[in-house]
């Protein structure tokens, strides 16, 4: 069975930054993309950032371009999201999640709990 972790969300001041990480388990890692999405209230979800299995593709949704940076470590089954100059639009939960093959095309077939960001003006 595949299980996601996300960690590093809080409260921050706008302006300021925050490390996500995701920890996964029960896959081979170094073979799957991986992706993070985040969800505001009332609001769609949205995508955030992909990156290939071997970390050499990445994807950043155009508004983020920029600010965010999706990273992984394929010995540690870890990938990041570095969100940088935080804005109150920003708040959501984000979502960290993985597809079945090594680039990230179509669905993700697996999901975490989410971690909550918030950003205060």
């Known amino acids: 069975q595949v299980q996601l972790v996300e960690s590093g969300g809080g409260l921050v001041q706008a302006g300021g930054s925050l490390r996500l990480s995701c920890v996964a388990s029960g896959r081979t890692f170094s073979r799957y993309a991986m992706g993070w999405f985040r969800q505001a209230p009332g609001k769609e979800r949205e995508f955030v950032a992909t990156?290939?299995?071997?970390?050499?593709?990445?994807r950043v949704g155009d508004s983020l371009k920029g600010r965010f940076t999706i990273s992984r470590d394929n010995v540690k089954n870890t990938v990041h999201l570095q969100m940088n100059s935080l804005k109150p639009e920003d708040t959501a939960v984000y979502y960290c999640a993985t597809y079945p093959q090594a680039l990230a095309i179509g669905p993700c077939d697996y999901w975490g709990q989410g971690t909550q960001v918030t950003v205060s003006s």
């Open positions: 990156i290939s299995a071997s970390g050499t593709m990445t």
